[in-house]
C-alpha cells in the first residue's frame, strides 16, 4: 500500500505495474495542478508558450485514447492542436473526469494485453511496453509543463 498522498511510485517486481505505476505518478502531477482553481484559471494562459492547465490535461487524454484505441488497437484516430485548446464545453471538472476515464480505460488494456503485444495501428509495429513508455514520457514532460503553468499563475509549485 502506498501512502503517499502523490502517489509516488513503490516499485514492484512486476514490470507492468511498476510502468502502471510511474504513468499514475505523473497523472495526478499533472491534475494536483488544477485543485482549487476555476475554469478562469484552469484556461490561463502565460506568456512564451507555455499551456493552459485545461489543454495540457485534454491532450493528454486524447493522447492516451490515440496511442491505445489508434495506435496499437488500430481505430481510426485524429490529432488536432485544438487539444490544447479545448472549447467552452470543456470546463476543469469535465476535462479531468474524462482523464480520470481514459487513465482506467488504459490501465485495463494494459492489464490485459501482453507487453511484448505488437500493437495492429499505427504505431509502427512497436509493443505496449513501448507505448506505456512513451505514455510516462509524455505525460511527464506535460507535467513539467503543468508545473511552470501554475507557478506562474498563483506561485503554487507542486510535488
Known amino acids: 500500500m502506498n501512502d503517499d498522498p502523490t502517489g509516488f511510485p513503490v516499485g514492484s517486481t512486476d514490470e507492468r505495474e511498476l510502468l502502471l505505476q510511474w504513468l499514475g505518478y505523473q497523472r495526478g ?11 478562469r484559471q484552469a484556461r490561463w494562459t502565460p506568456d512564451g508558450g507555455l499551456l493552459p492547465l485545461l489543454g495540457i490535461v485534454h491532450h493528454l487524454t486524447r493522447v492516451e485514447w490515440r496511442w491505445i484505441e ?19 464545453e470543456v470546463d476543469r471538472e469535465r476535462a479531468v473526469a474524462a482523464y480520470r476515464t481514459q487513465w482506467s480505460s488504459t ?8 507487453l511484448d503485444e505488437v500493437g495492429t495501428g499505427w504505431a509502427g509495429g512497436r509493443d505496449l511496453r513501448f507505448v506505456l513508455l512513451h505514455l510516462i514520457n509524455e505525460t511527464a514532460r506535460h507535467a513539467g509543463h503543468a508545473d511552470a503553468t501554475r507557478e506562474l499563475l498563483d506561485g503554487t509549485t507542486g510535488e
Open 29 to 39: 502531477a499533472v491534475v494536483r495542478n488544477l485543485e482549487g482553481l476555476d475554469d
Open 107 to 114: 490501465d485495463a488494456a494494459a492489464r490485459t494485453i501482453p
Open 70 to 88: 489508434g495506435g496499437f488497437r488500430g481505430a481510426a484516430v485524429s490529432r488536432s492542436e485544438r487539444e490544447f485548446d479545448p472549447g467552452p
